[in-house]
């Protein structure tokens, strides 16, 4: 019989179980009998985890790997482990069970890289170019080389990397990060315990031009005269995009997560916990709704509505709006490429396909006319 | 009847009356009865202009928000206007009359930034980092921690946001505007009057390779001996790229604009005026002619050539020369994942399809053999 | 009849059949009688070559232009030059007889660049910031304004542009060139003779995230716990971003070459040689074998694996594992505007086609049923 392992013999299963208990995750600890869990210094996956590391089972397909892991510990729903169990298998690590060990184990790689961030260099570098006006809140770090402009304001215990360019009248909240080389223009907002990684740019002028009919092909420049908004919790990859507004801000909802070289035209509204793979482009004036997904390489037309919890696939254009929940997919379909060939040859004549087949229904016998 | 307004009392409208004139607009300004222009602080939508503000229609679907607007003065045309009062509806706003509401929109937008603009702190600040063989024209403005190599030329009123880097024997014209942030490589030349947005990059070696037969798989580098060059008034987005010529020169014409995370190959050449939305991807070697639009996230292979007035689809594909002016489009249609699987299937089936279809036919009463 | 050039008459070309024979290209070269080799100045196309440049030809489509090139000499295949005498065409260029033609203009260019390059600024800037713990090879440069963290090493010989930021615990091998702008978050291990360009990020945060059952929609973080390993001879293109791994590290094999705007997903192992052009996206976990070559703005799912060999074309979505070598292709073929809506209308119909046309088969006189 397992049983429940002393909290004081393995601080970092304390850990799980107090971190458990804070976000309302029913969480139990089985040792198996007489194994005396060692001292945990990582983390790892099942295949690859060492006898000093802890690890997870989320993906049903990956359970044979709980038979031959190497772990000292497993995050593991309890299902899965009375399964094991019932087919008769003894395992030597000690389980963590718990109904989302995928959740469990972004909690605790959070935790492991806690120690790395706690010795994070602190305070003002000499070298920031730091406006008078700035008004910079407690606990604040900013980084060799960043560039605070005027009438900035950013907030308690906020970190700045190198490089940063905060500029005139942009305003950051509290235990936000931003990784080296991030730039805000002017009058952009952001949300407090948001992360933004380097090259992200926010705030650059939309792409918003009026054909000037007096000069042939001419292009007359619409100044942006509105701002980029983010809620609280956001996270921006690296080399994104987020244009500002024409005349009224872009904005990004609470919650939403947004991986590298995403590009948001200017007037987007993204609703909270929208999260989109890289390489996604959105035209501008879109509305995303709450919940929704976008595959990377997806791109959205301008002037669009996607209702909330709408999952577009990668690679997919979305060129019209969509009112119903659910996913939405247009991919051309790959194969070897002379079967592409043949294949694709033929689309410039589907239409004329159809009318063949039409024509031939109405001759065929089976065809009461 | 409405009355011409006073001038004097509402300098926006009269510089809006000066502006039209300078660019040869016929405008003029009709306001109701009795109503007294406000003072005008800024500029909105139609839906979202307060009773402060100035307003325009352009788009002729938004025509009904003419009769619930709140704006004190709206810029529409003409035409609209007459068919406005024909209907009946007497507008309480002042009607700012021109034949082009959109690119009076613009240059009234223009002018509002320019206050903003006009506030920018000039100067060469004293972190940057200037080789002393530069040569920087009258009225520069340098900003922190700009690193200008040797040899540079930079133009009279050209401004440098924060944390540029312009490279050996480079030149920017006159009253050019580089955002915080602008990397360009060694000779790179740029024209007058353009805009370049945060983490553009210009001049970065093309992509060029020899493949090595001695070492199985390996590429041998091919050095990217030419440059970039940008000719007036063009606008380059956030984190788009230009790559420098092999052997001779990547152009980017007069005009041009392109978007953010745009990737302009090695020796292309964008003719003048042709505009890009974001996330465009031009291989190299391949030229496009004046006046074209490029839709968001298209892609053009390399070695290609696109004739004057050519206008891409957004998401399309061009992987081969276009002699005629029109607009192409090569998009997967997005559907209903389901639906979408269902008919994907059937593309690997395309070319049997059409042979069973003609086997039909041959087979077909109607056919006279 | 061709005489043998004299080495010391023309020294590029003596340079020429050193480099070839250390890089193992039997090469000679063949002079029009009486016909003196002027001094080389540069490097040009055949149509665009000067008499005082170099010139090859490595596409046999363009073999014409040797009849009509102003080229002072000509790299140039031994068995197309026989061709060119054989039909009748007496050259006034000296030929440089090579079986790779191609490679050797690539080692001609490097070496046209590499003045260039022994004349950028060598040291260590004044401004850089650089931690007391750094451990700094012989003959480094560090241009202006870099920023290097805690415990970083880097390898003798090696050159960073002015604005990087080298993160803590990171290591460049030697003679690695990172060009103006280049970003290293913590713990990235770049190989020798690496090429990073201006604007990339490696060691941004892979997109992990586990979805909150217990806050309705909300993300929480998965922190990324492993680095980025580059091997050796590795070219990045700007603003390309490479992110780290989660539990395991994204591993560039030697001699990758990437583009521009490239997005590689966190733990993508990419294997030697392997190309991709610019704009391609690569989503977490891939693995791609040896000497692929992957074409501009193609995307490729996560969790795959593609064998070595493989090679995808341009714009295709590759959404599932490729287990034998050879040509991918999934493209929307583009036409005309009104074809393309004509035809792609079709396409929500195809599988209804097929039963259609199933139907009239089973109906068909031919079908012995």
């Avoid at 002037?303 to 696939?313: F, I, M, Q, T, Y």
Wanted: contains cysteine; charged residues 15%.
């Amino acid at each position: 019989m397992p049983v429940l392992l002393a909290p004081d013999r393995a601080p970092i299963l304390d850990k799980l179980l107090s971190t458990a208990n804070i976000v309302g995750l029913d969480t139990q600890i089985v040792s198996p009998e007489g194994v005396v869990l060692p001292s945990i210094r990582g983390l790892g996956a099942l295949s690859a985890a060492g006898s000093s590391e802890i690890s997870f089972l989320s993906n049903p397909k990956l359970a044979a790997q709980l038979q031959t892991t190497s772990a000292a510990a497993v995050i593991v729903a309890p299902k899965v482990y009375q399964q094991l169990l019932e087919s008769g298998f003894t395992p030597c690590w000690h389980a963590v069970l718990c109904s989302q060990p995928y959740l469990m184990y972004a909690l605790l790689a959070q935790w492991f890289d806690q120690h790395r961030i706690d010795h994070l260099p602190a305070g003002i570098h000499p070298t920031a170019v730091i406006h008078e006006s700035a008004v910079i809140g407690s606990g604040v770090s900013i980084g060799p080389l960043c560039v605070i402009e005027e009438n900035v304001h950013i907030g308690s215990g906020t970190r700045l990397g190198p490089h940063c360019v905060i500029g005139a009248n942009s305003a950051i909240g509290a235990h936000t990060l931003l990784h080296a080389g991030v730039t805000l223009y002017h009058s952009v907002r952001i949300g407090d315990r948001c992360i933004l990684h380097s090259g992200c740019v926010l705030g650059a002028d939309g792409f918003g031009f009026a054909p000037n009919p007096m000069q042939h092909g001419a292009w007359a420049k619409i100044a942006q005269l509105a701002g980029v908004v983010l809620g609280n919790d956001v996270e921006i990859g690296a080399n994104t995009t987020i244009d500002r507004g024409a005349l009224e801000d872009t904005v990004i909802g609470h919650g939403v997560k947004l991986d590298n070289q995403i590009m948001i035209g200017h007037n987007c509204h993204i609703g909270d916990h929208t999260a989109m793979a890289a390489c996604v482009g959105v035209a501008g004036s879109t509305r995303i709704g709450q919940r929704c997904t976008i595959g990377g390489a997806a791109m959205l037309s301008g002037h669009l509505e996607l209702a909330d919890d709408v999952h577009v696939s990668g690679g997919t254009a979305v060129t019209s709006s969509i009112g119903k929940p659910g996913r939405y997919t247009g991919v051309f379909p790959y194969t070897d490429h002379q079967q592409w060939q043949r294949n694709a040859a033929v689309l410039p004549q589907l239409a004329q396909l159809r009318r063949r087949l039409r024509s031939l229904e109405r001759e065929s016998p089976a065809n009461p006319a």
